[in-house]
């Protein structure tokens, strides 16, 4: 479980710690190692037509939503693949939306509750398993870096969110000395079209970051949010990899944030720690994605924030994503 600092998305990496330095051999050691399983990658061809969802970073890019949006896009033409990060199933296997997130994982499984998904830690095993189906497309989330199948349309998620100082790439160092799961130049050329991920309605791409990814297709995407019906004073926590982005987003949906929480991405939070958020007492409410881990006694007592990715041309992204896999 990785706890993301906020100054990995920061430009120039403003706020890094001192010994930050020290990081840079582990990032070479990092690129070197990548290097390498390319060299020697023979991707699976599959007969289906594979859409690849990834991002360059770490996390928090809107993936997960972004890929739940092109699923409703293309359905019922399409099924989702992941390799099920923080679950225990090898798989190939079906997604059900009752299974367990600590089999299937978290995002998985909150995919699986509105669209039919798959999970394999071998994403080629996925893809024959899937070519016995009906479904002609198949969308792999978290696979702009996978190097075991081939991809006919990669599309990379970028956080557009550039308020107070964020920037998407950091200062552009690899893991762990910053963000990055490869450099900026090597991911953006294999992407076919570019997602910005924005937080709400009225934010607008930044210049500067659209300058940066060239001559590629961009289109817009923004974080949608089931209006909630109650709001006011609550408890909050979520194990996301920028959780101070889902504090933000309940400020702005009218909540008064008074005791928040941030645990590692895909951590699961102990029961301990729930006992003792719930004797604050005041509602708690956390994101869908860790919602999905609770047990059924703690899914009564939380709430969560249902959130979607919609898309400004939606229609535009429909048709580009049709004619790419020659659908019309």
């Not at 090898?90 to 367990?100: H, I, L, M, Q, Y």
Request: positive net charge.
């Amino acid at each position: 479980m990785i706890r993301t600092p906020d100054w990995y998305y920061r430009k120039q990496a403003r706020g890094a710690p001192w010994w930050r330095r020290a990081l840079k051999p582990l990032a070479w050691l990092w690129k070197a190692v990548d290097d390498a399983k390319r060299r020697q990658a023979t991707p699976y061809r599959s007969s289906l037509f594979v859409i690849s969802v990834g991002n360059l970073t770490l996390g928090g890019s809107g993936k997960t939503p972004v890929t739940g949006e092109i699923l409703r896009l293309l359905a019922p033409k399409a099924v989702g693949l992941s390799k099920g990060h923080g679950g225990s199933v090898e798989g190939p296997a079906r997604v059900a939306a009752t299974d367990d997130a600590r089999q299937v994982g978290d995002e998985a499984l909150m995919l699986a509750q509105n669209y039919p998904f798959m999970i394999a830690k071998d994403r080629a095993a996925g893809l024959r398993a899937l070519e016995a189906g009906d479904m002609p497309i198949v969308v792999v989330d978290d696979a702009h870096q996978n190097l075991k199948i081939a991809k006919d349309l990669h599309i990379l998620v970028i956080d557009g969110d550039t308020t107070d100082e964020a920037w998407p790439f950091g200062d552009g160092g690899i893991v762990p000395y910053g963000p990055m799961r490869e450099p900026l130049d090597e991911g953006l050329a294999r992407a076919d079209i570019c997602v910005l991920w924005l937080p709400d309605k009225e934010s607008q791409p930044d210049p500067q970051l659209l300058a940066l990814l060239g001559d590629k297709p961009v289109f817009v995407a923004r974080l949608a949010v089931e209006k909630p019906t109650q709001t006011g004073a609550v408890t909050a926590f979520a194990g996301i990899a920028k959780p101070w982005k889902f504090e933000a987003t309940l400020k702005s949906q009218g909540f008064t944030v008074v005791h928040f929480k941030a645990f590692p991405d895909h951590a699961a939070v102990p029961v301990s720690q729930l006992k003792a958020l719930e004797k604050l007492g005041l509602p708690m409410i956390t994101t869908q994605k860790d919602w999905v881990k609770l047990d059924a006694e703690w899914r009564q007592k939380v709430a969560f924030l249902p959130i979607t990715a919609r898309f400004d041309d939606g229609d535009g992204f429909q048709r580009t994503l049709r004619k790419a896999g020659s659908l019309d």
